[in-house]
Nanobody, 127 residues
Framework: QVQLVESGGGLVQAGGSLRLSCAASGRTFNIYPMGWFRQAPGKEREFVAA???????????YYADSVKGRFTISRDNAKNTMYLQMNSLKPEDTAVYFC?????????????????WGQGTQVTVSS
């Protein structure tokens, strides 16, 4: 079992930046693909970004079209930590952001392929 703890959320003006972190407990951070999802009030949880694990590189990355070019996902396997650098933030990015671990080797691009969730961190972007 893995525990995921997000941090780094907050209030920022449009155009600003935030960096989210996801710290994972246990030895099961490595090997598994990881991802970020978000959920705005009254909306379904949606995919934001995902990253695979690799012993030789930084891993392959995947992004939702809405954040491509603005957000960057990364991971530090030695620290059991994943990051989401969010630049050029927009009011529509306002949501609770969740860290997620994928099932087995499947990249978690939908909620169906997530087997562990963090508790979430609030990101609010003011206009």
């Amino acid at each position: 079992q893995v525990q995921l703890v997000e941090s780094g959320g907050g209030l920022v003006q449009a155009g600003g930046s935030l960096r989210l972190s996801c710290a994972a407990s246990g030895r099961t951070f490595n090997i598994y693909p990881m991802g970020w999802f978000r959920q705005a009030p009254g909306k379904e949880r949606e995919f934001v970004a995902a990253i695979t694990w690799s012993a030789r590189s930084s891993g392959n990355t995947y992004y939702a079209d809405s954040v491509k070019g603005r957000f960057t996902i990364s991971r530090d396997n030695a620290k059991n930590t994943m990051y989401l650098q969010m630049n050029s933030l927009k009011p529509e990015d306002t949501a609770v952001y969740f860290c997620a671990r994928g099932r087995s080797a499947i990249v978690p691009r939908t909620v169906d392929y997530v087997d562990s969730w963090g508790q979430g961190t609030q990101v609010t972007v003011s206009s």
